[in-house]
């Protein structure tokens, strides 16, 4: 009876709350009792170990779902708007990777050098993803080979377009019991991160603080970035006019309210009403904007790439260019088939580490760092990915209107 009221305490507040608990407890508990401090990082141990069972099935399940559940003949009046989000997607995953160089980030790892290799150029990659991606599909899941993972969900999924309405509508139910899993999984990120941070202060002092710092202003910098440069410079090819009033008004209509709900699929009725407000076609909108919060991820884009790079720069591997803008294409795929729960994209950061040999084990770590910035750097990428679908579905629709005007 005593855990009912802390239950339902839990049921009434947010995660992003509790997050913030955890974090400033782990970080009090580290500079008042260090030894206590050391031995919660079993909780620490423990997320980390869920959220690496259950990535892999995560990441299978869900491409399969959503390509076999694809309409292609019902998308012909969307390829415009296709196209935007395709290009928001990889300029987005391109700045991300810019900032990174610019302003590597490094951060405080547990055994992070151990067996870590630096590939010795674009060529090995590529002849590493291809071993990968042919690898059996069973050693695939049970040891996290994501490239592995990725190619025979595409090509299951492709396979069951085919199929029986009702196998189709299997693998979407499959989908949303996976998506369960990881939302009860993110539910103990709290613990988890508590754990974490406390055991990582209290064996390494605060310093550790200031590379969370770094990394969520390269992160919020690549963001802020995208919203305010990039995307009016692809709204302004559109409309080819002053595109900073349309944009302005999705950031405060549609980016505030996802800030906060940390939901592109709850934020779809606000985008809907306002794409109505605008006198948008209604055949266009209704479709492209719940479909845009499934594939339109620039945030998703950003932070895959900047948390990879991050995980590569801090067990010293040096990344070309050429493979650079491999990472910007794979994080780019990575981010449409983000999971709709709050922290979905930092579950497909292990996909884009495969790139660079990272060993899962690292590269969870650095899934777990993603969550304790993920308070501040999940609302920014929810608010980026969601403002983007209305801003994007109406600068299509817009120079549709003055084409055909």
Not at 38 to 55: D, P, Q
Not at 227 to 249: D, F, G, T
Not at 261 to 284: F, G, M, Q, W
Not at 286 to 304: E, K, Y
Request: proline share 4%; glycine share 8%.
């Amino acid at each position: 009876m005593m855990f009912h009221p802390l239950l339902r305490w839990s049921k009434q507040t947010s995660i992003v709350t509790q997050i913030v608990i955890g974090l400033v407890l782990g970080i009090a508990l580290a500079l008042i009792w260090p030894d206590a401090a050391l031995r919660v990082e079993l909780l620490g141990t423990l997320f980390i170990s869920a959220l690496k069972a259950v990535a892999p099935i995560l990441v299978f399940v869900l491409v399969i779902a959503a390509i076999s559940n694809q309409s292609p003949g019902q998308t012909g009046h969307l390829r415009p708007i296709l196209g935007l989000y395709l290009v928001g997607t990889l300029t987005a995953a391109i700045v991300g990777v810019t900032a990174s160089m610019l302003f590597p980030s490094t951060l405080v790892l547990q055994d992070a050098a151990s067996g870590m290799a630096a590939p010795g150029g674009i060529g090995e990659v590529l002849v590493q993803l291809l071993k990968s991606a042919v690898a059996n599909p069973v050693n695939a899941l049970l040891n996290a080979n994501y490239i592995g993972i990725l190619v025979w969900a595409i090509a299951i999924g492709i396979a069951l377009r085919k199929g029986a309405d009702s196998t189709r509508q299997a693998m979407a139910d499959l989908s949303s019991g996976i998506t369960l899993i990881i939302q009860a999984v993110i539910r103990l990120a709290p613990l988890g991160i508590f754990g974490l941070v406390a055991s990582t202060v209290a064996t390494t002092g605060t310093q550790v603080l200031a590379g969370y710092v770094h990394l969520l202003a390269v992160l919020l910098g690549s963001m802020l970035f995208v919203a305010l440069i990039v995307n009016p410079l692809i709204v302004w090819w559109q409309i080819r006019r002053n595109p900073y009033p349309l944009v302005w008004m999705c950031l405060r209509e549609s980016g505030v309210t996802a800030f906060f709900t940390r939901s592109s699929a709850a934020n779809i009725p606000v985008n809907l009403a306002i794409a109505k407000r605008l006198n948008l076609d209604e055949n266009t909108y209704s479709v492209a904007i719940p479909l845009g919060a499934t594939i339109n991820m620039a945030g998703a884009a950003i932070t895959i790439s900047v948390l990879s790079l991050a995980a590569a720069h801090t067990v010293g591997i040096a990344v070309d260019m050429p493979t650079a803008i491999l990472l910007c294409v794979v994080a780019s795929v990575c981010a449409c088939g983000a999971s709709g729960v709050a922290g979905g994209s930092l579950l497909l950061i292990p996909l884009a580490c495969s790139l660079f040999g990272i060993s899962n084990d690292v590269a969870m770590q650095v899934v777990a760092i993603g969550f304790i910035i993920g308070v501040l750097q999940d609302s920014a990428e929810t608010a980026l990915n969601s403002s983007t679908d209305v801003l994007f579905t109406a600068a299509a629709c817009m120079a549709q209107e003055q084409r055909q005007g």
